[in-house]
C-alpha cells in the first residue's frame, strides 16, 4: 500500500473507532455483528481465498474460541483474556492435528471433511461435562457494547493487517501457489503441507477470538449455536461476494452483505432471506471474482464486464 | 567427470502396467542428455521420477551423490532440480511477472526471500527467453509458443543446477524451435545440466551430447546422437520392424 493508501485506512480506522461515541446503540449492537462477521469472513480468506482450500470447518475455530472463553471464565474463573487466549490455543490445536490429514484431501473432498468435521463437533461438546453438555455456558454479563466493539474493530484491523503482509508475502505467494496449481508449486520448492497447515491455523486462530468476544458479548453458548454451520456459509459468501484472495474483497462483502440483510429483515421481513439469496445468486452469475474485481475492470470493460461473465458460465 | 545425477534400475509401475523398467544412467555435470522415445515410452514418467511429482516403485535416484528417491518434491527443488511440464501449468490467475516470481521466491536453497528482489530476478528471466514484453499479461492469456517460454522461464529462475525440459518446443514452428534451442544453449554455457525430453529430432541431434532412448519404459539404446538414431533397434520403435 502506498503512503496515502495507509493515511486512508488510518482515517477509515478512526471514524470506525468513534462509532460507540456518536451512534445508537442499534447500530452499535449491529457494528459488533458486522465487524465479527468481517473478521471471520477475512480468517476464511487466508485459507480459502488465498490457499484455494474451501474450509466448512471455521466454524469449529470459531465454537472452539466461544467455548474455550466460556469455560475459562465460567468453569475455571479465569479473566476474560485469558479464555480468549485458551479459545485460540484450542482452535489452533484443532487446525494443526486436523489440518495435517484433511488437507491431504483437494477440492470437494476438503469441502466435505470440513463439513463433517464441523457436525461432529456439536455431538461432541453436548456431551462434554466441562462445556455444560447440550445446556452450553452462560457467562458473566459485561454491559459495556462500546468495549465489545472496539475490540471486534481491533481484531478486523489486525486480522486485515495480517492479511495485507500475506498478499506482499513470501508466504502468500507460496499460497497463491498452491490455490492455483499445488503440484506446479510444490516441484517449484513451495513446502505445501507446511504452508496449508500455517495458513489454517492461522485462520484458526483470529475466527476463534472473533468467537470468544461473542460468546463474551451475547452472554450465552449452546453448542448448536457455537458450532452454527450457516456462520461458515456466511463467512464464504461474504469473502465470495466482495472478493475471495484480495485484501478489500471480505471487508467489503461483509459490510454490504451485513447491511443488505439488516434492512431486508426490517423493511421485508417475510421475505428477507429470499431476497438475500437473489442478491448472492446474482451476484455469483453476473461477478463471480468478487466486487472488488468488478472495480478493477469495469473502467476498461464497463458492462461488457457483466456480460462476458454471463455468456462464460454458458446459462 | 563427476556425475550430478545417478539413476540406478529404476523402475515404476502403475498397477500391472510398468511405466519405466529397470533404467539406469548417469548425467555428468554440465552435460546435455537427451531422452527420445516414442509415445507412451516412460519419458515424462522418468523425469516425475526424478523431480518427485511420483515415486518410484523400485530402484535408486542420488543427486550429487545423495539419495533423494523418497524425498517430496519441494525438496528436490531446493537441492536444486527444476523441471517444466508437458501439459504447461502456469498460475492462471497471476500476471507473467509473478509466475516468475514465485519460482524466484522459493527454488534452490529456497530462493529469495524478499517478494521485490524475486520480482527483479523474474523480470531478468523474462528477458533471457525473450517474453519480457508480456510481464503484465495475465498467464492464461498467453499463446502457445509464449506459454512455452514462460515455463522455461520459471524453471530457470529456481536458479536449478539440473533442469529437466518435458516438450518445451512441442507445437512450435521452425522459427520458435531455433530460439528456444538458442536458448537452451545459453542456459547450458552457465553450467546447468540439461535433460531434455523432445520430439523435435533435428533440435536434440544438435543440442544433445548425448542420447537415451527408452522404448516401453526400458532403455535400447544410449551413446551420441548419430550412431543412435542409425541404430536399427532405435529405428524399429520408431517406425516398426519393415523399415528397420
Not at chain 1, 455444560?132 to 468495549?147: H, I, Q, S
Not at chain 1, 478489500?248 to 421481513?269: D, K, M, R
Not at chain 2, 543446477?161 to 507445437?171: C, I, N, P, T
Request: aromatic share 8%.
Amino acid at each position: 500500500m502506498r503512503p496515502l493508501g495507509w493515511a486512508a485506512s488510518t482515517a477509515v480506522l478512526a471514524v470506525l473507532a468513534s462509532v460507540p461515541w456518536i451512534a445508537s446503540p442499534t447500530l452499535i449492537q449491529f457494528g459488533i455483528t458486522t465487524l465479527l462477521l468481517a473478521t471471520v469472513a477475512q480468517a476464511w480468506n487466508i485459507v480459502g481465498g488465498y490457499a484455494g482450500y474451501a474450509s466448512f470447518g471455521n466454524s469449529v475455530f470459531y465454537g472452539l474460541g466461544s467455548y474455550g472463553t466460556a469455560i475459562a471464565m465460567v468453569q475455571l474463573n479465569l479473566p476474560f483474556g485469558v479464555g480468549l487466549a485458551l479459545g485460540a490455543a484450542l482452535a489452533m490445536l484443532f487446525a494443526l492435528l486436523l489440518g495435517l490429514p484433511v488437507l491431504r484431501l483437494r477440492g470437494h473432498y476438503f469441502a466435505i471433511a470440513t463439513l463433517a468435521l464441523a457436525l461432529a463437533m456439536t455431538g461432541i461438546v453436548s456431551n462434554l461435562e466441562i462445556a455444560g453438555r447440550n445446556t452450553g455456558l452462560v457467562l458473566p454479563l459485561l454491559k459495556g457494547d462500546a468495549l465489545f466493539y472496539e475490540l471486534a474493530l481491533g481484531l478486523l484491523a489486525l486480522v486485515t493487517l495480517t492479511v495485507i503482509w500475506i498478499s506482499r508475502s513470501r508466504f502468500g505467494f507460496g499460497l497463491i501457489a498452491i490455490r492455483e496449481d499445488e503440484d506446479a508449486a510444490a516441484v517449484m520448492g513451495v513446502n505445501t503441507t507446511l504452508f496449508k497447515a500455517a495458513a489454517f491455523t492461522l485462520a484458526g486462530f483470529f475466527t476463534a477470538l472473533a468467537g470468544g468476544i461473542h460468546a463474551y458479548w451475547i452472554t450465552f453458548i449452546d453448542p448448536v449455536s457455537a458450532f452454527d454451520i450457516t456462520l461458515n456459509v456466511k463467512m464464504i459468501i461474504m469473502a465470495i461476494f466482495g472478493g475471495a484472495g484480495s485484501v478489500l474483497g471480505p471487508l467489503v462483502g461483509a459490510l454490504l452483505l451485513a447491511s443488505i440483510s439488516e434492512v431486508l429483515t426490517t423493511e421485508v421481513s417475510t421475505a428477507a432471506s429470499l431476497f438475500y439469496g437473489l442478491v448472492i445468486v446474482v451476484a455469483v452469475v453476473f461477478m463471480p471474482r468478487g466486487l472488488v474485481n468488478v472495480v478493477r475492470h469495469f473502467k476498461r470493460l464497463g458492462w461488457r464486464y457483466f456480460s462476458e461473465n454471463l455468456r462464460s458460465h454458458r446459462l | 567427470m563427476k556425475p550430478i545425477l545417478e539413476v540406478c534400475h529404476l523402475t515404476k509401475h502403475f498397477e500391472g502396467l510398468v511405466a519405466v523398467d529397470d533404467v539406469s544412467f548417469e548425467l555428468a555435470e554440465g552435460e546435455i542428455l537427451g531422452l527420445i522415445g516414442p509415445n507412451g515410452a516412460g519419458k515424462t514418467t522418468l523425469v516425475s521420477l526424478i523431480s518427485g511429482t511420483l515415486e518410484p516403485s523400485d530402484g535408486k535416484v542420488l543427486f550429487q551423490g545423495t539419495r533423494i528417491g523418497h524425498l517430496p518434491a519441494f525438496r528436490r527443488a531446493r537441492l536444486g532440480i527444476g523441471r517444466t511440464f508437458q501439459l504447461m501449468k502456469p498460475f492462471p490467475g497471476l500476471d507473467v511477472l509473478d509466475n516468475v516470481a514465485i519460482a524466484a521466491l522459493f527454488g534452490t536453497g529456497g530462493g529469495q526471500r524478499r517478494l521485490g528482489r524475486a520480482r527483479e530476478e523474474a523480470a531478468y528471466w523474462l528477458e533471457f527467453v525473450d517474453l519480457g514484453h508480456r510481464a503484465r499479461y495475465r498467464a492464461d492469456d498467453l499463446g502457445g509458443p509464449d506459454r512455452k517460454r514462460l515455463e522455461l522461464a520459471k524453471a530457470l529462475a529456481m536458479k536449478p543446477r539440473l533442469l529437466l525440459l518435458d516438450e518445451v518446443m512441442a507445437g512450435l514452428n521452425h522459427a520458435e524451435i531455433d530460439e528456444v534451442v538458442a536458448i537452451i544453449k545459453k542456459v547450458r554455457s552457465r553450467g546447468i545440466t540439461i535433460l531434455v525430453i523432445e520430439h523435435v529430432m533435428k533440435a536434440i541431434q544438435s543440442l544433445s551430447d548425448r542420447l537415451l532412448v527408452l522404448h516401453h519404459g526400458q532403455r535400447i539404446a544410449e551413446g551420441p546422437p548419430d550412431g543412435v538414431l542409425n541404430d536399427p533397434q532405435v529405428i524399429e520403435a520408431y517406425l516398426g520392424r519393415r523399415h528397420a
